[in-house]
């Protein structure tokens, strides 16, 4: 009589802790961190073509092969590809891939080309309007969608050769785009100063592949084939491992800026980079600071009721994109104290600016005025 019931017991017991330990698995596994990889073009589209017998599709699948591996590593980190091997793809199934997977990063890889000797690398986030300037690359990447059977199907009323379409940007996107451009500094960063590579910037461009994403997306042309020296640095190994490696930390940096500021605000006032204590004012004669807190190409109101209510916004028109600040003083201290009240507030990657008159200037320029 009372052996039934402990079996029963234990049975249970057992179930209990069984249906937990998968459950808890499972959480675990939808907790990791999901980047999806993108090696541009594949099969019957090689990407840019070279005299040098440097393949785009090669080059962007060996560096996205590389950064998968290292990604791998990451216990937390989850990778997908979208292709792995030289096979066709088409631009909407690439973007598909990351949105079916909810995944927390796009990066796509590229290799540019020229008929000069151009050299460097360049980082594209989502842009409503290309400008004649970017035309090239806009054309390049995009061109892809008439090696697709269907194009007319999925790409309604978007010509990508022409400099007039545009595509619109939904306001859900606006954050992904403020986020990715945080990415795409770190990786060009990273490109000039762990690398010493030429950086040609951070730009906005109408690319497909990025606009249907819905996640921080960065396409990420990782030089010019077309030049001798940068051609076979990035058809190399050693190369591939260097920009792969590069890439890889950016994505870490990233990701531990993220988790800092979605975690609890214990985890970020125990963070002590990001920490001001009350310290004296730092007064640089001359020099304005503001805080950086967003970037975008909708143009709000500069009112702090739009931006989680931070004090003194101001906006500012560059190209085709509209920057947004907090606070406008010569007191580095104080800058520094409202950089942190913006990533408090949400903005991770809220950084601080100076201006000598209308210039902008290094900051660590503007110290160095001070310390003379
Ligand atoms: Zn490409």
Redesign the pocket.
Known sequence: MQTIPKTIIVFFSLLFISTLTSFELLHAQDDRFIVVLDA??GGKDP??PTKNGYT?KHI?LKVVLELGKQLEKHPDIKVIYTRKTDVFLELHERSAIANKADADLFVSI??NAHHTQAYGTETYVLGEKNSSRNMAVAK??NEVIFLEDDHHEHYVGFDPSSPESSIAIGIEQEIYIEQSIVLARKVEDNFVNKLKRKSRGIKQLSLWVLHNTYMPSVLIETGFITNKNEGAFLNSKNGQVKVATAIKDAIIDYKKELDLNVGNKISLSVDTDSVVKEDDPMIVEGVTFKVQIAASSRALEAKSYNFKGLPDISREKNGNIYKYFSGKTSDYNEARRLQNEAKLSGYSGAFIVAYKGNNKIDVADALKTESN
Do not use: M, N, Q, S
């Open positions: 541009g073009h990407g840019r785009e962007a590229h290799c390049a990447e």
